[in-house]
């Protein structure tokens, strides 16, 4: 797994102890940390479903980058974004983990594990070049 702190400081506008330097909106930073990688997990350090999505993809050979939104300043903005994209957060569920492959959403553990249980996962993987078998 490929963790974006630098990444994620770089899209948060953060320059050598500077503070920000821009006003992207949370969902414009998720957008663009999207966009990166192939496949990229937002994700919280001590939520377990987050780890079993990585351990998924690592299992299938795929390296994700991950963001680990408790790790960054104002990684609560994002969630709430994420949230909102998902429908989760709050009495939705939770808002992570939530993946993105090719730059686009997949959404939530659910929607993951279902496109995996269909087989529909590895074709996208494979679409967005994170896989190659």
Request: some cysteine; glycine content about 12%; overall charge negative.
């Amino acid at each position: 797994m490929h963790y974006q702190a630098a990444a994620a400081a770089e899209a948060w506008g953060y320059v050598a102890g500077m503070g920000p330097t821009t006003t992207m909106d949370a969902l414009e930073r998720v957008e663009r940390l999207a966009a990166e990688s192939a496949v990229v997990i937002f994700s919280v350090s001590t939520c377990c479903m987050c780890h079993a999505v990585k351990r998924l993809f690592c299992g299938m050979g795929v390296s994700p980058s991950v963001v680990e939104l408790d790790e960054d300043p104002r990684g609560w903005e994002m969630e709430r974004a994420l949230a909102r994209l998902v429908g989760g957060g709050a009495a939705g569920g939770p808002a992570v983990p939530v993946v993105f492959i090719g730059g686009k959403l997949v959404g939530a553990m659910d929607r993951v594990m279902a496109a995996h249980i269909s087989g529909a996962l590895v074709p996208l993987l494979k679409q967005a070049g994170a896989l190659w078998l």
